[in-house]
């Protein structure tokens, strides 16, 4: 399966200070209209103050029963290099010392070495636990994008084990449920947040499981109108791009600064490069021809943002997302269901995943003015369980600490008939059971993978 290309950008630490041109302003508030490099700051999600966030709010005779996490990965480095350029120099050693830190990064690392009794299924055993390249492979997780999720859980932590009490102390690996892909990224990244979250991390109630696929859908991945559907979108992607003049002229610029025919820098996706240098703070390459500028970042960005509000007009996506991520939603409202009936296991589940794992739930979901899924996004479930009338359950939904639970499509009329402040646990099922298919003209997920449109 073949995927879309990310839509929206990256950031890291201050690393050893070599003479570096600043590339970031100072960005205090949100502009009032759309403005690439505020939203490329945005996606870095660099770790500064503390963050506020609206997990685990409910009125008093509410329990919390069941948490399901869905991540990204952290702050990583490119997949893609800019070709005749030299690579962007970060350090993807740990060191506590420097910025952006966390008080309990040394300790981490010191736990990460001795994880022999963990059960990592099948290739996730003989991935790094952490980081450790001073400088970094492509693809690796950087300091940043630990120290990301080492954030990620206390503030989870704090919320739903100190407050609400999700876990006891004694908790057992049944209660959790843990999976990842098999990159690197994906695991430090879950490993990072358990480490910050978990009452005690103990390896040997860790029991990860490997998915190869990145939308999660383990099983029920045979599906053609979803590869269709993915086919089409990436059609409208690449005929906006071609109507965009001001952005051919950028990539003809840059090729001829870096001395390569402009259908080859296209093809190296430099923007995933750029991205590192800008979250990074650390300037753009040059070479003896020129350099890469901030105005070619703008002009990049730009035209993602133009693809991302044109993306949601034109529906194309939201087709693929509905089929895509339907394995993902049964599988979470299976297990929802299961723990409303009163079952004790995998009342904590988190998914380590990546931004084509994050950015079509959102969109199935109808949570249509979510931005692009930043590094170390977290979508968060929240069942509740109504004290007064037990049998009833409710859920909360929660991307990057806002709640999202009436942006959702099968919630909005409910919100705005009743006063309750979550969506009934029912809401959910019917969608992801029958309404998920209404628009296929089908009943189930068989039949709407294999109807081709009328």
Same mark, same amino acid.
């Given at each position: 399966?073949?995927?879309?290309?990310?839509?929206?950008?990256?950031?890291?630490?201050?690393?050893?200070?070599?003479?570096?041109?600043?590339?970031?302003?100072?960005?205090?508030?949100?502009?009032?209209?759309?403005?690439?490099?505020?939203?490329?700051?945005?996606?870095?999600?660099?770790?500064?103050?503390?963050?506020?966030?609206?997990?685990?709010?409910?009125?008093?005779?509410?329990?919390?029963?069941?948490?399901?996490?869905?991540?990204?990965?952290?702050?990583?480095?490119?997949?893609?290099?800019?070709?005749?350029?030299?690579?962007?120099?970060?350090?993807?050693?740990?060191?506590?010392?420097?910025?952006?830190?966390?008080?309990?990064?040394?300790?981490?690392?010191?736990?990460?070495?001795?994880?022999?009794?963990?059960?990592?299924?099948?290739?996730?055993?003989?991935?790094?636990?952490?980081?450790?390249?001073?400088?970094?492979?492509?693809?690796?997780?950087?300091?940043?994008?630990?120290?990301?999720?080492?954030?990620?859980?206390?503030?989870?932590?704090?919320?739903?084990?100190?407050?609400?009490?999700?876990?006891?102390?004694?908790?057992?690996?049944? *209660? /959790?449920?843990? %999976?990842?892909?098999?990159?690197?990224?994906? #695991?430090?990244?879950?490993? @990072? =947040? !358990?480490? +910050?979250?978990?009452?005690?991390?103990?390896?040997?109630?860790?029991?990860?499981?490997?998915?190869?696929?990145?939308?999660?859908?383990?099983?029920?991945?045979?599906?053609?109108?979803?590869?269709?559907?993915?086919?089409?979108?990436?059609?409208?992607?690449?005929?906006?791009?071609?109507?965009?003049?001001?952005?051919?002229?950028?990539?003809?610029?840059?090729?001829?600064?870096?001395?390569?025919?402009?259908?080859?820098?296209?093809?190296?996706?430099?923007?995933?490069?750029?991205?590192?240098?800008?979250?990074?703070?650390?300037?753009?390459?040059?070479?003896?021809?020129?350099?890469?500028?901030?105005?070619?970042?703008?002009?990049?960005?730009?035209? *993602? /943002?133009?693809? %991302?509000?044109?993306?949601?007009?034109?529906? #194309?996506?939201?087709?693929? @997302? =509905? !089929?895509? +991520?339907?394995?993902?939603?049964?599988?979470?409202?299976?297990?929802?269901?299961?723990?409303?009936?009163?079952?004790?296991?995998?009342?904590?589940?988190?998914?380590?995943?990546?931004?084509?794992?994050?950015?079509?739930?959102?969109?199935?979901?109808?949570?249509?003015?979510?931005?692009?899924?930043?590094?170390?996004?977290?979508?968060?479930?929240?069942?509740?369980?109504?004290?007064?009338?037990?049998?009833?359950?409710?859920?909360?939904?929660?991307?990057?600490?806002?709640?999202?639970?009436?942006?959702?499509?099968?919630?909005?009329?409910?919100?705005?008939?009743?006063?309750?402040?979550?969506?009934?646990?029912?809401?959910?099922?019917?969608?992801?059971?029958?309404?998920?298919?209404?628009?296929?003209?089908?009943?189930?997920?068989?039949?709407?993978?294999?109807?081709?449109?009328?």
């Amino acid at each position: 399966l073949v995927h879309l290309i990310p839509v929206n950008p990256v950031r890291e630490d201050g690393m050893n200070p070599k003479s570096r041109k600043r590339i970031i302003p100072d960005l205090l508030t949100e502009p009032p209209e759309i403005d690439p490099v505020y939203e490329a700051h945005v996606y870095c999600n660099i770790p500064t103050a503390a963050e506020r966030s609206m997990e685990g709010h409910a009125p008093h005779y509410f329990k919390l029963v069941s948490v399901q996490v869905l991540i990204r990965h952290g702050d990583r480095y490119p997949l893609y290099a800019i070709p005749k350029t030299k690579r962007p120099d970060i350090d993807c050693m740990l060191l506590p010392g420097r910025k952006p830190s966390h008080p309990q990064l040394e300790a981490f690392m010191k736990h990460m070495s001795k994880g022999s009794a963990a059960q990592l299924d099948g290739s996730l055993s003989s991935l790094p636990r952490y980081p450790s390249h001073s400088l970094c492979e492509m693809g690796e997780l950087t300091q940043t994008g630990v120290v990301q999720h080492l954030r990620n859980g206390q503030l989870l932590r704090d919320i739903y084990i100190n407050k609400h009490k999700l876990l006891p102390s004694d908790w057992t690996a049944k *209660q /959790l449920y843990l %999976e990842t892909t098999g990159k690197s990224r994906t #695991l430090q990244s879950a490993l @990072a =947040l !358990l480490y +910050t979250f978990l009452p005690d991390f103990d390896w040997k109630r860790i029991n990860m499981r490997h998915q190869w696929s990145t939308i999660f859908c383990s099983g029920s991945c045979d599906c053609p109108m979803r590869n269709h559907y993915l086919e089409e979108e990436q059609r409208r992607q690449y005929s906006l791009r071609v109507q965009n003049n001001d952005l051919e002229k950028i990539y003809v610029d840059m090729a001829k600064i870096v001395g390569i025919p402009t259908r080859q820098l296209r093809a190296s996706n430099p923007i995933d490069s750029l991205l590192c240098y800008f979250c990074h703070n650390v300037s753009f390459p040059c070479t003896k021809t020129g350099c890469i500028g901030m105005e070619h970042f703008k002009v990049i960005k730009r035209h *993602q /943002l133009e693809d %991302e509000r044109e993306r949601q007009e034109k529906k #194309l996506y939201f087709l693929y @997302a =509905l !089929l895509a +991520t339907h394995p993902l939603l049964n599988q979470t409202v299976n297990r929802l269901q299961r723990i409303a009936e009163g079952k004790k296991e995998e009342v904590f589940v988190l998914y380590s995943a990546h931004d084509v794992t994050l950015s079509p739930v959102l969109s199935a979901l109808g949570i249509t003015e979510a931005r692009f899924p930043r590094f170390a996004s977290r979508l968060v479930f929240e069942l509740w369980q109504d004290g007064k009338r037990p049998k009833e359950h409710f859920i909360r939904i929660l991307y990057n600490g806002a709640d999202v639970t009436f942006q959702t499509s099968f919630c909005k009329d409910y919100y705005k008939r009743f006063s309750k402040p979550m969506c009934p646990l029912e809401k959910l099922v019917s969608f992801v059971k029958r309404d998920m298919f209404l628009i296929f003209n089908s009943t189930s997920y068989y039949d709407a993978c294999r109807r081709r449109p009328l």
